[in-house]
Protein backbone atom coordinates (compact mmCIF):
# COMPACT_ATOMS: atom_id res chain seq x y z
CA UNK A 1 0.00 0.00 0.00
CA UNK A 2 1.40 3.16 -0.83
CA UNK A 3 2.01 5.97 1.64
CA UNK A 4 -0.73 8.31 0.13
CA UNK A 5 -2.91 5.45 0.04
CA UNK A 6 -2.18 4.33 4.35
CA UNK A 7 -2.01 8.72 4.71
CA UNK A 8 -6.04 8.80 2.90
CA UNK A 9 -7.19 5.66 5.01
CA UNK A 10 -5.97 7.03 8.26
CA UNK A 11 -7.54 10.73 7.74
CA UNK A 12 -11.26 9.32 6.60
CA UNK A 13 -10.69 6.76 9.43
CA UNK A 14 -10.18 10.04 12.00
CA UNK A 15 -13.21 11.76 10.57
CA UNK A 16 -11.92 13.99 8.01
CA UNK A 17 -15.17 13.56 6.22
CA UNK A 18 -14.18 13.30 3.49
CA UNK A 19 -16.79 12.44 0.21
CA UNK A 20 -17.05 9.73 -2.13
CA UNK A 21 -16.92 12.20 -4.99
CA UNK A 22 -13.69 13.58 -3.72
CA UNK A 23 -11.71 10.50 -3.21
CA UNK A 24 -8.52 10.16 -4.79
CA UNK A 25 -8.76 8.23 -8.10
CA UNK A 26 -6.70 5.38 -6.56
CA UNK A 27 -10.04 4.54 -4.14
CA UNK A 28 -13.10 2.86 -5.35
CA UNK A 29 -16.55 2.40 -4.06
CA UNK A 30 -15.73 -0.11 -1.57
CA UNK A 31 -12.79 1.54 -0.43
CA UNK A 32 -15.07 4.07 0.39
CA UNK A 33 -18.02 1.32 2.20
CA UNK A 34 -14.98 0.31 4.19
CA UNK A 35 -13.77 3.77 5.85
CA UNK A 36 -17.19 4.71 6.39
CA UNK A 37 -17.92 2.07 8.68
CA UNK A 38 -14.77 2.88 10.13
CA UNK A 39 -15.86 6.11 10.98
CA UNK A 40 -18.74 5.18 12.24
CA UNK A 41 -16.81 2.63 14.83
CA UNK A 42 -14.85 5.56 15.69
CA UNK A 43 -17.31 7.97 15.92
CA UNK A 44 -19.02 5.43 18.86
CA UNK A 45 -15.83 4.86 20.53
CA UNK A 46 -15.16 8.28 21.30
CA UNK A 47 -15.90 10.78 24.17
CA UNK A 48 -17.12 14.24 23.75
CA UNK A 49 -14.39 17.14 25.14
CA UNK A 50 -16.59 20.06 24.37
CA UNK A 51 -18.77 20.73 27.49
CA UNK A 52 -16.54 17.99 29.49
CA UNK A 53 -15.78 19.17 32.92
CA UNK A 54 -12.71 17.37 34.49
CA UNK A 55 -13.17 15.91 38.53
CA UNK A 56 -12.03 19.58 40.53
CA UNK A 57 -8.61 19.82 41.86
CA UNK A 58 -8.35 21.95 45.29
CA UNK A 59 -4.73 22.63 44.06
CA UNK A 60 -3.16 23.09 40.20
CA UNK A 61 -0.07 21.91 40.56
CA UNK A 62 2.33 23.27 37.40
CA UNK A 63 4.78 22.34 35.83
CA UNK A 64 6.31 24.55 33.05
CA UNK A 65 7.78 23.99 29.87
CA UNK A 66 10.23 26.78 27.93
CA UNK A 67 11.16 29.23 29.81
CA UNK A 68 12.46 31.80 26.90
CA UNK A 69 10.47 34.44 25.01
CA UNK A 70 6.50 33.45 26.98
CA UNK A 71 7.28 31.40 29.68
CA UNK A 72 8.85 33.55 32.64
CA UNK A 73 5.31 35.73 32.08
CA UNK A 74 3.31 32.84 32.68
CA UNK A 75 5.38 31.98 35.81
CA UNK A 76 5.23 35.55 37.24
CA UNK A 77 1.22 35.74 36.53
CA UNK A 78 0.44 32.23 37.80
CA UNK A 79 2.41 33.37 40.53
CA UNK A 80 -0.04 35.51 41.84
CA UNK A 81 -3.08 32.96 41.75
CA UNK A 82 -4.51 30.93 44.87
CA UNK A 83 -4.96 27.38 44.75
CA UNK A 84 -1.53 27.15 42.49
CA UNK A 85 1.09 25.45 43.18
CA UNK A 86 4.43 25.84 40.95
CA UNK A 87 5.55 22.67 41.28
CA UNK A 88 8.70 22.05 37.92
CA UNK A 89 10.41 24.43 35.68
CA UNK A 90 11.70 22.90 32.49
CA UNK A 91 13.85 24.26 29.58
CA UNK A 92 16.34 23.06 27.00
CA UNK A 93 18.78 25.28 28.34
CA UNK A 94 19.61 25.12 32.58
CA UNK A 95 20.56 29.02 32.98
CA UNK A 96 16.63 29.97 31.86
CA UNK A 97 15.31 27.57 34.87
CA UNK A 98 17.76 29.45 37.22
CA UNK A 99 16.63 32.64 36.04
CA UNK A 100 12.76 31.29 36.64
CA UNK A 101 13.51 29.95 40.12
CA UNK A 102 14.04 34.13 41.09
CA UNK A 103 9.93 35.00 39.60
CA UNK A 104 9.07 32.29 43.07
CA UNK A 105 11.71 33.52 45.15
CA UNK A 106 10.75 37.00 44.64
CA UNK A 107 6.66 35.80 45.15
CA UNK A 108 7.91 34.29 48.40
CA UNK A 109 7.03 30.80 46.98
CA UNK A 110 8.94 27.80 47.25
CA UNK A 111 11.56 26.50 44.78
CA UNK A 112 10.52 24.44 42.19
CA UNK A 113 12.23 20.95 41.02
CA UNK A 114 14.17 21.82 37.91
CA UNK A 115 14.64 19.96 34.53
CA UNK A 116 16.34 20.78 31.62
CA UNK A 117 17.96 19.13 28.28
CA UNK A 118 16.16 17.98 25.41
CA UNK A 119 13.38 15.61 26.36
CA UNK A 120 13.62 17.19 30.04
CA UNK A 121 9.61 17.51 29.93
CA UNK A 122 9.27 13.71 29.53
CA UNK A 123 10.40 13.30 33.13
CA UNK A 124 8.51 16.56 34.48
CA UNK A 125 5.14 14.69 32.53
CA UNK A 126 6.09 11.80 34.45
CA UNK A 127 6.02 13.29 38.13
CA UNK A 128 2.90 12.25 40.11
CA UNK A 129 2.71 15.43 42.10
CA UNK A 130 1.90 17.47 38.74
CA UNK A 131 -1.85 18.05 37.25
CA UNK A 132 -1.22 20.79 34.56
CA UNK A 133 1.43 21.11 32.06
CA UNK A 134 1.93 25.02 30.82
CA UNK A 135 3.83 24.86 27.29
CA UNK A 136 5.53 27.73 26.26
CA UNK A 137 8.04 26.27 23.61
CA UNK A 138 8.72 26.20 20.01
CA UNK A 139 5.88 25.63 17.89
CA UNK A 140 7.07 22.19 16.94
CA UNK A 141 7.70 20.90 20.79
CA UNK A 142 3.68 22.13 21.23
CA UNK A 143 2.12 18.72 20.27
CA UNK A 144 4.66 16.18 21.05
CA UNK A 145 4.65 17.82 24.89
CA UNK A 146 0.58 17.98 25.64
CA UNK A 147 0.20 14.73 24.25
CA UNK A 148 2.87 13.41 26.20
CA UNK A 149 1.69 15.05 29.17
CA UNK A 150 -2.02 13.49 28.28
CA UNK A 151 -0.67 10.07 27.88
CA UNK A 152 0.74 11.16 31.60
CA UNK A 153 -2.41 12.05 33.31
CA UNK A 154 -1.64 15.69 32.96
CA UNK A 155 -3.87 18.60 31.80
CA UNK A 156 -2.44 20.10 29.01
CA UNK A 157 -2.10 23.74 28.00
CA UNK A 158 -0.59 24.98 25.07
CA UNK A 159 1.20 28.35 23.54
CA UNK A 160 -0.46 29.06 20.33
CA UNK A 161 -0.30 27.69 17.62
CA UNK A 162 -1.27 23.93 19.17
CA UNK A 163 0.15 21.87 16.66
CA UNK A 164 1.78 22.51 12.93
CA UNK A 165 0.15 19.26 10.98
CA UNK A 166 -3.22 17.95 10.06
CA UNK A 167 -1.60 15.33 11.80
CA UNK A 168 -0.67 16.75 15.32
CA UNK A 169 -4.03 18.32 15.41
CA UNK A 170 -5.57 14.75 15.44
CA UNK A 171 -3.13 13.87 17.77
CA UNK A 172 -4.56 16.30 19.98
CA UNK A 173 -8.13 15.49 19.50
CA UNK A 174 -7.04 11.72 20.20
CA UNK A 175 -4.96 11.51 23.17
CA UNK A 176 -7.33 14.21 24.85
CA UNK A 177 -10.29 12.15 24.20
CA UNK A 178 -8.78 9.05 25.08
CA UNK A 179 -7.37 10.03 28.75
CA UNK A 180 -10.01 12.30 29.01
CA UNK A 181 -7.48 14.68 29.83
CA UNK A 182 -7.95 18.89 28.76
CA UNK A 183 -6.23 20.01 26.15
CA UNK A 184 -6.16 24.08 25.97
CA UNK A 185 -4.60 26.21 23.33
CA UNK A 186 -3.89 29.76 25.05
CA UNK A 187 -5.43 32.14 22.79
CA UNK A 188 -5.13 35.09 25.06
CA UNK A 189 -6.81 37.35 22.38
CA UNK A 190 -10.12 35.23 23.57
CA UNK A 191 -9.85 36.93 26.77
CA UNK A 192 -9.15 40.95 25.39
CA UNK A 193 -11.90 43.32 27.09
CA UNK A 194 -13.20 43.83 23.77
CA UNK A 195 -13.27 40.78 21.89
CA UNK A 196 -15.35 39.78 25.51
CA UNK A 197 -17.57 42.54 25.22
CA UNK A 198 -18.00 41.98 21.81
CA UNK A 199 -18.96 38.29 22.34
CA UNK A 200 -21.27 38.88 25.00
CA UNK A 201 -23.29 41.71 22.76
CA UNK A 202 -23.08 38.74 19.40
CA UNK A 203 -24.88 36.51 22.38
CA UNK A 204 -27.28 39.26 23.20
CA UNK A 205 -28.37 39.35 19.00
CA UNK A 206 -27.41 43.10 19.19
CA UNK A 207 -25.19 42.36 15.55
CA UNK A 208 -28.03 40.14 14.31
CA UNK A 209 -26.58 37.28 12.64
CA UNK A 210 -23.26 37.49 12.00
CA UNK A 211 -22.33 36.44 8.68
CA UNK A 212 -19.02 38.05 7.88
CA UNK A 213 -16.09 38.06 10.35
CA UNK A 214 -12.32 38.94 9.92
CA UNK A 215 -9.37 38.70 12.40
CA UNK A 216 -5.23 39.12 11.36
CA UNK A 217 -1.78 38.61 12.66
CA UNK A 218 -0.06 42.04 11.15
CA UNK A 219 2.55 42.52 13.16
CA UNK A 220 5.86 43.59 12.31
CA UNK A 221 8.82 41.24 13.63
CA UNK A 222 11.14 41.85 11.10
CA UNK A 223 14.32 42.81 13.42
CA UNK A 224 12.96 40.77 16.32
CA UNK A 225 12.91 37.11 13.99
CA UNK A 226 16.64 38.05 12.78
CA UNK A 227 17.92 38.88 16.16
CA UNK A 228 20.38 36.20 17.29
CA UNK A 229 19.33 37.27 20.78
CA UNK A 230 15.29 36.37 19.75
CA UNK A 231 13.61 33.39 19.57
CA UNK A 232 16.33 30.42 20.49
CA UNK A 233 18.26 29.18 17.41
CA UNK A 234 16.21 31.33 15.06
CA UNK A 235 13.94 29.03 14.90
CA UNK A 236 11.13 31.21 14.53
CA UNK A 237 12.74 32.49 11.51
CA UNK A 238 13.32 29.15 10.06
CA UNK A 239 9.52 28.68 10.29
CA UNK A 240 9.01 31.61 8.05
CA UNK A 241 11.66 30.02 5.64
CA UNK A 242 10.27 26.57 5.01
CA UNK A 243 6.54 27.04 5.44
CA UNK A 244 4.46 29.62 3.15
CA UNK A 245 0.97 29.91 4.52
CA UNK A 246 -1.09 31.68 7.51
CA UNK A 247 1.57 30.48 10.04
CA UNK A 248 -0.07 32.33 12.98
CA UNK A 249 -3.63 32.30 12.30
CA UNK A 250 -5.04 32.07 15.88
CA UNK A 251 -4.81 35.18 17.47
CA UNK A 252 -7.02 36.67 14.90
CA UNK A 253 -9.46 34.01 14.50
CA UNK A 254 -9.99 32.77 17.71
CA UNK A 255 -12.13 35.45 19.52
CA UNK A 256 -13.99 35.81 15.56
CA UNK A 257 -14.75 32.03 15.54
CA UNK A 258 -16.33 32.17 19.33
CA UNK A 259 -18.52 35.10 18.27
CA UNK A 260 -19.64 32.86 15.04
CA UNK A 261 -20.44 29.91 17.50
CA UNK A 262 -17.66 27.93 15.32
CA UNK A 263 -17.87 24.06 16.88
CA UNK A 264 -20.87 24.62 18.21
CA UNK A 265 -23.83 25.38 16.12
CA UNK A 266 -21.58 26.08 13.05
CA UNK A 267 -18.47 24.60 10.95
CA UNK A 268 -15.69 25.76 8.85
CA UNK A 269 -16.04 24.08 5.60
CA UNK A 270 -13.36 24.85 3.03
CA UNK A 271 -10.51 27.82 2.55
CA UNK A 272 -8.43 29.38 -0.28
CA UNK A 273 -5.22 31.07 0.99
CA UNK A 274 -2.99 33.38 -1.29
CA UNK A 275 -0.05 34.80 -0.26
CA UNK A 276 2.33 37.59 -1.84
CA UNK A 277 5.92 37.00 -2.51
CA UNK A 278 8.75 37.76 -0.25
CA UNK A 279 9.62 41.26 -0.42
CA UNK A 280 11.82 41.91 2.62
CA UNK A 281 13.17 38.67 4.49
CA UNK A 282 15.56 37.56 2.18
CA UNK A 283 16.90 41.31 1.85
CA UNK A 284 17.44 41.61 5.00
CA UNK A 285 19.23 38.76 5.30
CA UNK A 286 21.26 39.91 2.64
CA UNK A 287 21.91 43.15 4.49
CA UNK A 288 22.73 41.67 7.53
CA UNK A 289 25.00 38.71 5.91
CA UNK A 290 27.24 41.39 4.37
CA UNK A 291 28.31 42.67 7.74
CA UNK A 292 28.22 39.43 9.66
CA UNK A 293 28.40 35.85 7.87
CA UNK A 294 26.35 34.39 10.62
CA UNK A 295 23.29 35.39 8.30
CA UNK A 296 24.88 33.72 4.65
CA UNK A 297 22.52 30.66 5.27
CA UNK A 298 19.68 32.63 5.09
CA UNK A 299 20.50 34.87 1.92
CA UNK A 300 19.04 31.84 -0.26
CA UNK A 301 16.22 31.34 1.50
CA UNK A 302 13.04 31.52 -0.14
CA UNK A 303 10.99 33.34 2.89
CA UNK A 304 7.20 33.01 2.43
CA UNK A 305 5.18 36.23 1.36
CA UNK A 306 4.79 39.46 3.20
CA UNK A 307 1.27 38.80 3.41
CA UNK A 308 -1.01 35.96 3.85
CA UNK A 309 -4.81 35.94 3.36
CA UNK A 310 -7.22 33.00 4.01
CA UNK A 311 -10.92 32.93 3.45
CA UNK A 312 -13.12 30.85 5.17
CA UNK A 313 -17.03 29.48 4.03
CA UNK A 314 -18.82 27.38 7.01
CA UNK A 315 -21.55 25.17 6.46
CA UNK A 316 -23.59 27.36 7.37
CA UNK A 317 -22.60 29.98 4.64
CA UNK A 318 -21.02 32.37 6.42
CA UNK A 319 -17.75 33.75 5.98
CA UNK A 320 -14.59 34.53 7.61
CA UNK A 321 -11.08 36.35 6.44
CA UNK A 322 -8.00 35.78 8.67
CA UNK A 323 -4.50 37.60 7.59
CA UNK A 324 -0.95 37.09 8.10
CA UNK A 325 1.83 39.67 7.95
CA UNK A 326 4.84 40.00 10.12
CA UNK A 327 7.54 41.66 7.87
CA UNK A 328 5.58 45.08 6.54
CA UNK A 329 6.13 48.16 8.31
CA UNK A 330 2.84 48.73 9.16
CA UNK A 331 0.91 49.51 12.62
CA UNK A 332 -0.21 46.47 14.86
CA UNK A 333 -3.37 44.88 13.98
CA UNK A 334 -5.75 41.89 14.58
CA UNK A 335 -8.57 43.36 12.84
CA UNK A 336 -11.47 41.67 14.93
CA UNK A 337 -14.53 42.53 12.83
CA UNK A 338 -18.07 41.15 13.56
CA UNK A 339 -20.46 41.92 10.71
CA UNK A 340 -24.34 41.00 11.03
CA UNK A 341 -27.34 41.98 9.79
CA UNK A 342 -28.11 44.52 12.40
CA UNK A 343 -24.96 46.15 13.12
CA UNK A 344 -20.86 45.54 13.59
CA UNK A 345 -18.17 45.94 15.55
CA UNK A 346 -14.48 46.58 14.60
CA UNK A 347 -11.41 47.31 16.96
CA UNK A 348 -8.31 48.35 14.77
CA UNK A 349 -7.83 50.55 13.71
CA UNK A 350 -8.39 52.25 16.85
CA UNK A 351 -10.35 53.29 18.78
CA UNK A 352 -12.35 50.53 19.21
CA UNK A 353 -15.99 50.93 17.64
CA UNK A 354 -19.58 49.47 16.95
CA UNK A 355 -22.34 50.59 14.33
CA UNK A 356 -26.21 50.36 14.09
CA UNK A 357 -27.67 51.19 10.90
CA UNK A 358 -24.77 52.18 9.02
CA UNK A 359 -23.29 54.48 11.84
CA UNK A 360 -20.89 54.47 14.38
CA UNK A 361 -21.83 54.98 18.02
CA UNK A 362 -21.24 58.14 19.98
CA UNK A 363 -18.99 57.87 22.79
CA UNK A 364 -21.46 58.36 25.16
CA UNK A 365 -23.70 55.45 23.67
CA UNK A 366 -20.45 53.14 23.47
CA UNK A 367 -19.85 53.76 27.57
CA UNK A 368 -23.60 52.18 27.78
CA UNK A 369 -22.86 49.53 26.06
CA UNK A 370 -19.58 48.29 28.09
CA UNK A 371 -21.76 49.30 31.23
CA UNK A 372 -24.50 46.95 30.27
CA UNK A 373 -22.54 44.15 28.36
CA UNK A 374 -19.32 43.94 29.84
CA UNK A 375 -19.45 40.38 31.45
CA UNK A 376 -18.98 39.20 34.68
CA UNK A 377 -15.67 37.70 34.11
CA UNK A 378 -14.45 41.19 33.50
CA UNK A 379 -15.59 42.98 36.12
CA UNK A 380 -14.71 40.37 38.75
CA UNK A 381 -11.13 40.04 37.59
CA UNK A 382 -10.45 43.03 34.98
CA UNK A 383 -9.04 45.53 37.89
CA UNK A 384 -6.27 42.98 39.47
CA UNK A 385 -5.56 41.53 35.44
CA UNK A 386 -4.56 45.08 34.30
CA UNK A 387 -2.81 45.47 37.18
CA UNK A 388 -0.64 42.45 36.82
CA UNK A 389 -0.33 42.91 33.04
CA UNK A 390 0.45 40.18 29.85
CA UNK A 391 -1.00 42.32 27.14
CA UNK A 392 -2.67 44.96 29.25
CA UNK A 393 -4.45 42.23 31.24
CA UNK A 394 -5.97 39.53 28.74
CA UNK A 395 -3.14 37.34 29.61
CA UNK A 396 -3.84 37.58 33.53
CA UNK A 397 -7.62 37.08 32.63
CA UNK A 398 -7.11 33.74 30.47
CA UNK A 399 -4.81 32.08 33.02
CA UNK A 400 -6.96 33.43 36.09
CA UNK A 401 -9.90 31.69 34.17
CA UNK A 402 -8.22 28.45 33.62
CA UNK A 403 -6.83 27.70 36.99
CA UNK A 404 -10.57 28.63 38.42
CA UNK A 405 -11.93 26.12 35.88
CA UNK A 406 -9.76 23.45 37.11
CA UNK A 407 -10.44 24.07 40.36
CA UNK A 408 -14.30 24.22 40.02
CA UNK A 409 -14.71 20.93 37.64
CA UNK A 410 -16.11 23.45 34.95
CA UNK A 411 -15.94 22.91 31.26
CA UNK A 412 -12.80 25.42 29.88
CA UNK A 413 -13.86 27.91 27.54
CA UNK A 414 -11.64 26.52 24.54
CA UNK A 415 -11.30 23.03 24.18
CA UNK A 416 -9.28 20.66 22.44
CA UNK A 417 -11.43 20.92 19.29
CA UNK A 418 -10.82 24.88 19.30
CA UNK A 419 -7.32 24.50 19.71
CA UNK A 420 -7.70 21.54 16.35
CA UNK A 421 -9.17 23.87 14.50
CA UNK A 422 -8.42 27.07 14.42
CA UNK A 423 -4.12 25.26 14.14
CA UNK A 424 -5.47 23.37 11.64
CA UNK A 425 -5.98 26.85 9.46
CA UNK A 426 -2.09 27.11 9.15
CA UNK A 427 -1.41 23.77 7.33
CA UNK A 428 -4.50 23.97 5.71
CA UNK A 429 -3.59 27.53 4.03
CA UNK A 430 0.06 26.00 3.29
CA UNK A 431 -1.54 23.42 1.55
CA UNK A 432 -4.16 25.81 -0.57
CA UNK A 433 -0.99 28.23 -1.19
CA UNK A 434 0.94 25.45 -3.01
CA UNK A 435 -1.76 24.55 -5.37
CA UNK A 436 -2.45 28.08 -6.97
CA UNK A 437 -5.21 29.08 -4.12
CA UNK A 438 -7.26 26.04 -4.70
CA UNK A 439 -9.94 25.40 -2.55
CA UNK A 440 -9.04 23.02 0.48
CA UNK A 441 -11.44 20.95 3.05
CA UNK A 442 -11.70 21.65 6.61
CA UNK A 443 -11.21 18.52 8.94
CA UNK A 444 -14.31 18.01 11.42
CA UNK A 445 -12.31 17.64 14.59
CA UNK A 446 -16.10 17.44 16.43
CA UNK A 447 -16.97 14.27 14.28
CA UNK A 448 -20.76 15.98 13.85
CA UNK A 449 -20.67 17.06 17.11
CA UNK A 450 -20.53 20.94 16.39
CA UNK A 451 -24.42 20.74 15.31
CA UNK A 452 -25.35 20.10 19.11
CA UNK A 453 -22.44 21.33 21.32
CA UNK A 454 -23.50 24.22 23.14
CA UNK A 455 -21.73 28.00 22.89
CA UNK A 456 -19.06 29.38 25.23
CA UNK A 457 -20.35 30.01 28.47
CA UNK A 458 -18.45 32.48 30.09
CA UNK A 459 -20.48 33.22 33.35
CA UNK A 460 -18.90 33.21 36.93
CA UNK A 461 -22.05 30.65 37.35
CA UNK A 462 -20.64 27.20 39.64
CA UNK A 463 -17.05 29.69 39.89
CA UNK A 464 -15.28 32.91 40.43
CA UNK A 465 -13.89 31.45 43.85
CA UNK A 466 -10.13 31.52 42.88
CA UNK A 467 -8.56 34.39 44.35
CA UNK A 468 -5.23 36.27 44.54
CA UNK A 469 -2.21 36.09 46.79
CA UNK A 470 -1.10 39.62 47.04
CA UNK A 471 -3.21 41.62 49.69
CA UNK A 472 -3.14 44.65 47.45
CA UNK A 473 -4.34 42.77 44.44
CA UNK A 474 -7.26 40.47 46.47
CA UNK A 475 -8.77 44.25 47.30
CA UNK A 476 -9.49 44.88 43.56
CA UNK A 477 -11.34 41.91 43.05
Known amino acids: MSSNRRHFLRDITLGTGALISGLPSWANESDAMELASREAVARAGRFNMCGYAAPKLDKVRIGFVGLGMRGPGAVERMSFIEGVEIKALCDKYPDRVKKAQNILTKAGLPEAREYSGEEGYKAMCESADIDLIYITTPWIL ?84 FNKKGYADMWRLRENGKRNGNLYPTHGLGPIAQCMNINRGDQMDHLVAMSSNDFQMQAHAKELAAKDPFYNEFTTQKFRGNMNTTLIRTMKGKTIMVQHDVTSPRPYSRIHLLSGTKGMAQKWPDPAKIAFNDEWVNESEMKSLEEKYTLPIVKHIGNIAKSVGGHGGMDFIMDWRLIDCLRNGLPLDQDVYDAALWSAVAPLSEASVAKRSRSVDVPDFTRGNWKTNQPVNLTLDGGGTTTVRKKEASKQL
Open 142 to 225: HTPIAVYAMNHGKHAASEVPAAVTLDECWQLVETSEKTRKHCMMLENCCYDFFELLTLNMARNGLFGELVHAEGAYIHNLLDLN
